[in-house]
């Protein structure tokens, strides 16, 4: 059977062997699993120095002392301190002069410990009764709320005048008086009790610590006790409060000093307050604990007390510490028994003993080992042999486990492995340690995992936890299956170290479908940076295919019991017909090699850092730009790059770093690689950025892999400018879907052009009209709104703004003339045809693009609000002139009529010497000859036309802008001049006619009855004449 898809752990087991965070290991697989454990000696707690340590030493020297020995078993969390003590009790017997009493970090609080050191006392039943009557007396009565009612009241009662204050004392008496006086009330007041009180907070975890249960790990790095944090420190909440609480709340609130003394005050009555939850005060604690030691002396009985988490006593800890410090002889008073304590604490928690504790410390332990490596106190070495016993004990059915514990000369456990078909293949793949396979890990994979899930110290339950039973547990159908490696547990041990070179080479090497898992594989398994086969054996496990590469020696470490007689050596085994990897070394120098590293980083996920990036910009922006061709794009490349708000500026290239939240940028933001999600893309992305660097260091491509580096640097720089481009051309919005802001700006361009009175009658027309000058001063006599808009179209920086959107992405220079010759019609003949159909604008302007484009956002807007009625208020303006020409010159003007009979009445006028009116004679032959060549009768057919166009039933009033926007101001100038002056010399003409005619008739001076007549005759004549005219003109 081929060595392949094989699981060979039990999945029940890896939960009862590898569980670190739950309940207690049962007795033989915590013996299978064990490790020797490195360590320090420190002889005085307070002491800098430190001397090389381990467990057998350890034991020997705690049980030789005497009668007494105090050795407190230091460490950061995970170290393995608990580990450690319950190592120590599984090699102290109790015997008949000796009881072992553990106290284990998991299952227990402080009744069950009490009850624990109430069993081993030698007491008589009535006294032990009494004891188990007042401890059960608590937990029979006390609900879980009651008990955190009883904890609250008893804090209360120990802060308050009444509380007995013996190791509670703050430097300023005046706040403790205070507190003394005050606290209470905010205690006892039904708001605040009613949030203390809460599931979570520090009541009920003192109660879970005193009198629950909990099944899991917990680590106290520093007593369980009451924070600014637990503070009722809500502003809103004072006036809930009643009215004794409420002063102390006001100045708690405001106060910090006095929220850090209360928070002293509560810390340092919490024991007393415990010690009566148990019904059992501490003078009784003390008393309980030097009576066991009595009755156990008076037995000639020695007592080995090891606790596996001193947090755990928290409450009855100092009660217990003074206990356990005591020496048997006690001058005068009763002996104590002999006792030996060995206590795991961390290191923070420990700090508030050492006072307490430093003069009477037989010596301490100290597991926290600064790092990993040879000259550690442990090494690779020591982690495997670790490991392998945790990989055996999954595998070998547990009774045989307990046989072999429970034996009377218990030697080595059995290997697993011993009766296995594929212990061969794996042993050789895989490695192992005394016949225990090291399979699916081998030493490199073990090394790898456990730097990235601890980094620091050595920590052997991360280990266990984070790649031991994460490993195990979650690759059992992913072996089945034949897809271990997976891409999931790569994460997990996450940020991958391969450099983009080798991920290249993967994708170029391998198929599409094992990339992946290769990359995971060899990001693992093996610490080179070089694409290669590592055994046969291992590929064939894990049924990932050899590639056409070279394959890697295999290099399994026979790694034996540590003895100054047996150095140990490395062993090659070299598997046959295959060749050893001849790496060639590039000499780079330090800061460059650092750079790329920090590039390879970020291929595999870390943040890529301001000062790289930087320096990337500055080669790849100018770069970029520099490969549009402009010109034949037909952009103005001066409109769009640059600082002073240009669309593209340097900053805006970005480079993808996912946890970092960006700044807020001005113009087109593209950020590298285009598609974060696409490995390949990343990977080839980085590395033409590493290629930059290199080239930048070198100043050429005549470095090693130059020209690969330059193949893939070209291929990307093609598109990337083309992603520029079509950014440029298609704004990029928030949502992913690009807008183009060219028709937009084009449509307004043209409702500018057609109210500034340029010819648009015609597509041609239009189009040129759009980048016409607009005189800004023509429209005085155009109605308000209507020149409202126009003024803010002829506005310089509104109207450049436009232009610039437009002629920027449609036109074409030649070198560095910025004036254009050929514009792209396509792009601004569909908007326009769209809006001369109505004159409304058709393109809107998306939300999320308006920043981005301020002065087209805004006139688009004036046009939204203004245009209609700028439209109907010059409609109504014109109309009102209009009907004003109607009345004095007719519907239908006969204009060279109306000239003509008012030309013949002037010349009568002046021969007859009746000629009057606001002009002379020659002034009204220039006013006639003006109104001679006025175009009224087209001003007159576009009127009509308007007015028929506002007489539809469903007339849009938009479509009137050409009408009113074409300039008949002359028109109308001229005609009014005209009718005014015409008028004037009518009235005053025939007004001089009729005085002259009354005079003569009134005359005695003329005799001659015929010059009377014929006088009379022609002025009679030239008023009906006048009045003809006159009268012609009114409709």
């Known amino acids: ?36 454990i490195s360590m320090y000696r420190r002889d005085s707690i307070k002491s800098s120095s430190q001397n090389e340590y381990d467990e057998a030493q350890f034991l020997q020297d705690f049980l030789a002392e005497k009668d007494f020995a105090f050795v407190p078993v230091l460490g950061e969390t995970g170290t393995g301190k608990s580990h450690l003590i319950r190592w120590l009790s599984a090699n102290i017997k109790s015997t008949d002069k000796r009881k072992v009493l553990l106290i284990p970090r998991i299952g227990t609080n402080l009744k069950d410990i009490i009850e624990k050191i109430l069993n081993i006392a030698e007491f008589e039943e009535d006294k032990l009764e009494e004891y188990r009557k007042r401890l059960n007396q608590s937990s029979r009565t006390l609900t879980d709320k009651g008990a955190r009612e009883q904890l609250l009241n008893n804090i209360a009662f120990q802060v308050g005048n009444n509380g007995q204050h013996l190791q509670a004392k703050l430097a300023d008496e005046e706040t403790q008086e205070y507190l003394i006086e005050n606290l209470p009330a905010l205690l006892y007041d039904n708001f605040f009790r009613e949030n203390l009180l809460k599931d979570e907070e520090i009541i009920h975890r003192l109660v879970v610590h005193t009198l629950g249960y909990k099944d899991t790990i917990e680590d106290i790095n520093e007593r369980r006790e009451f924070s600014c944090e637990d503070l009722p420190l809500n502003n809103q909440d004072v006036k809930k409060a009643g009215q004794k609480a409420q002063e102390f709340y006001r100045l708690l609130i405001n106060d910090e000093d006095i929220q850090k003394q209360t928070v002293i005050w509560l810390n340092s009555h919490l024991d007393d307050a415990i010690s009566q939850v148990l019904n059992l005060g501490r003078e009784d604690l003390q008393k309980l604990m030097r009576e066991v030691r009595e009755s156990l002396a008076e037995k000639n009985i020695e007592l080995v007390l090891l606790i596996e988490d001193f947090a755990k006593l928290q409450g009855i800890d100092r009660e217990v510490l003074e206990a356990v410090l005591a020496r048997p002889q006690q001058g005068e008073n009763k002996p104590l028994c002999a006792i030996r304590t060995a206590l795991a604490c961390t290191t923070g928690y420990f700090k508030n003993l050492i006072d307490t504790v ?73 490695g192992h340690i005394d016949g225990m396979g090291l399979y699916p890990f081998n030493s490199k994979a073990l090394e790898q995992m456990f730097s990235r899930v601890n980094p620091g110290e050595f920590n052997p339950r991360i280990l266990i936890r984070d790649v031991l039973k994460y490993t195990l547990e979650n690759s059992v159908d992913d072996i089945k299956n034949g897809n271990f490696p997976s891409v999931t547990l790569g994460k997990h041990f996450a940020p991958m170290r391969l450099s983009a070179g080798m991920k290249l080479d993967i994708q170029n090497k391998d198929s599409q479908k094992n990339i992946n898992r290769r990359e995971v594989f060899l990001d693992l398994w093996d610490d080179s940076n070089e694409l290669c086969n590592l055994s046969a054996e291992v590929h064939t496990a894990f049924n990932l295919p050899l590639l056409d590469v070279k394959t890697k020696p295999t290099e399994i470490k026979q790694v034996i019991p540590q003895s100054k007689f047996f150095p140990k050596t490395p062993i090659l085994v070299d598997p046959p017909q295959e060749h050893k990897i001849d790496t060639l070394v590039e000499e780079i ?110 100043k050429n491509w005549k470095f090693p892999n130059g020209d690969r580096y330059f193949r893939m640097y070209a291929k990307y720089l093609e598109r990337w400018s083309h992603h520029v481009l079509e950014k440029i051309r298609l704004y990029p919005r ?80 030649k070198g560095s003339n910025p004036t254009f010759q050929i514009i792209d019609a396509v792009q601004i003949v569909e908007p326009l045809e769209k809006v001369r159909k109505s004159w409304q604008p058709q393109y809107e302007i998306p939300e999320d693009v308006r920043d981005e484009f301020p002065e087209l956002q805004k006139i688009r807007q004036q046009v939204d609000d203004l245009l209609e009625k700028a439209i109907q208020e010059e409609c109504e303006r014109q109309f009102k002139i209009y009907q004003s020409l109607v009345f004095e010159l007719g519907e239908e003007v006969n204009k060279k009529k109306v000239i003509d009979s008012l030309e013949t009445a002037m010349n009568s006028a002046r021969d007859e ?35 028929d166009e506002k007489d539809k039933p469903e007339s849009n009033i938009l479509k009137l802008l050409p009408s009113l926007s074409e300039d008949y101001q002359k028109v109308i100038t001229n005609s009014e001049d005209f ?28 005799t001659l009855e015929s010059s009377r007549k014929e006088i009379n005759d022609g002025l009679a004549k030239l008023r009906n004449m006048m009045n003809e005219i006159k009268g012609d003109t009114i409709c």
Request: proline share 3%; net charge neutral; charged share 25%.
């Open 913 to 947: 010497g009746v000629f009057r009116g606001r002009k002379d004679f020659d002034g009204m032959k220039d006013i006639l000859n003006k109104f001679r060549g006025t175009a009224i009768t087209k001003y007159q057919d576009i009127m009509k036309r308007v007015q």
């Open 734 to 813: 928030e949502s992913g879907e690009p807008w183009n802001p060219v028709p937009a700006a084009v449509e307004l361009l043209a409702i500018s052009a057609t109210m500034a009175g340029h010819p648009t009658n015609t597509l041609t027309n239009l189009i040129n009209s759009l980048f016409l000058d607009i005189d800004s001063n023509d429209d005085t006599t155009r109605a308000s709104s209507w020149k409202k808009l126009s003024d803010a179209f002829s506005l310089k920086k509104n109207r450049e703004a436009l232009l610039d959107i437009v002629k920027s992405r449609i036109a074409c220079t």
């Open 1 to 36: 059977m081929t060595f392949k898809k094989f699981v060979c752990w039990n999945q029940d087991m890896i939960r009862q062997v590898m569980n670190v965070e739950a309940t207690q290991t049962a007795n033989h697989l915590f013996l299978a699993t064990h490790h020797p």
């Open 979 to 1006: 009718l005014n002056n015409a008028n004037s010399f009518l009235d005053a003409s025939l007004s001089e006619v009729k005085i002259g005619i009354t005079q003569l008739e009134q005359s005695g001076e003329i």
């Open 358 to 430: 430093h003069q009477r410390i037989t010596f301490s332990v100290n597991l926290t080992i600064n790092k990993v490596g040879e000259k550690s106190l442990i090494n690779q070495d020591d982690i495997q042999r670790f490991v392998a016993r945790y990989l055996n004990a999954v595998r070998l059915e547990e009774k045989e486990i307990e046989n072999w514990a429970s034996s009377q000369n218990r030697g080595k456990i059995t290997s697993a492995c011993h009766d296995c078909e594929h212990s061969q293949a794996c042993h050789t793949g895989f």
């Open 589 to 698: 120098p330090e800061t460059l090699k650092k750079k790329l590293e920090i590039l390879d980083s970020w291929n595999n996920q870390a943040i890529l850092p301001d000062a790289i990036a930087t320096d990337i910009r500055g080669s790849l922006f100018p770069a970029i730009i520099e490969k549009i061709e402009w010109d034949t794009e037909m952009l103005l490349k001066g409109s769009f790059v640059g600082t002073g708000g240009r669309l593209l500026q340097q900053r805006n290239l970005i480079f993808h770093n996912p946890k970092i939240k960006r700044a807020t940028y001005s113009g087109v933001v593209f950020s590298l690689p285009l598609n974060p999600d696409d490995s390949k893309e990343f990977t080839e992305t980085a590395y033409v950025f590493q290629g930059i660097l290199r080239y930048n260091h070198y």
